[in-house]
């Protein structure tokens, strides 16, 4: 198979695709560790500080909801300030039966489709894992017969499609 398409990565793609992630990166228990920091912060500023448990208490939900703020802008605002440095946002991917090509302003990789770690499926748009980093493939450039040969590459190769 021979494929072709272009992408413009815009400020919203980029925002959802990472929005996406964290979600079934973190699953249910991030929102339920974040509560859980909250409301120990809460609960040491209502009765406080007294003692050295509460002290510490306190500390771990400091700790909690400043690890999972920092995280979220982070990851917000970090992808978009270095797409916003460019003045081409475009992304071209080239698909064949060994390989994909993705070219950009920022970047150019050739990867085997042995070198896909997971694929994980919205309704929106796909992203496809290479270590530890993933490519955003939006649903309105997917045909039917490219989505299914990214799926069988996947699976060929003995990874996850979710």
């Known amino acids: 198979m021979q494929a072709e398409f272009t992408v413009e990565m815009s400020d919203k793609l980029i925002a959802a695709s990472v929005r996406r992630y964290w979600r079934r990166h973190l699953g249910w228990y991030g929102p339920v560790m974040l509560l859980f920091s909250v409301f120990l912060l809460v609960l040491t500023l209502l009765f406080g500080v007294d003692t050295w448990f509460g002290g510490f208490l306190s500390a771990l939900g400091f700790i909690g909801v400043g690890f999972f703020l920092s995280v979220y802008f982070k990851s917000r605002v970090k992808p978009i300030s270095s797409w916003a440095k460019?003045?081409?946002?475009?992304?071209?991917y080239h698909v064949t039966d060994e390989r994909l090509q993705i070219k950009s302003s920022l970047a150019c990789s050739d990867c085997k489709w042995s070198a896909f770690d997971r694929l994980w499926r919205f309704h929106?748009?796909?992203?496809?894992?290479?270590?530890?980093?993933?490519?955003?493939?939006?649903?309105?450039?997917?045909?039917?017969?490219?989505g299914d040969f990214i799926v069988r590459k996947v699976l060929e190769s003995g990874d996850k499609v979710l």
């Open 86 to 92: 460019v003045k081409n946002r475009l992304v071209q």
């Open 124 to 146: 929106d748009m796909w992203l496809l894992f290479c270590e530890s980093r993933f490519w955003v493939f939006p649903q309105t450039v997917l045909t039917e017969e490219i």
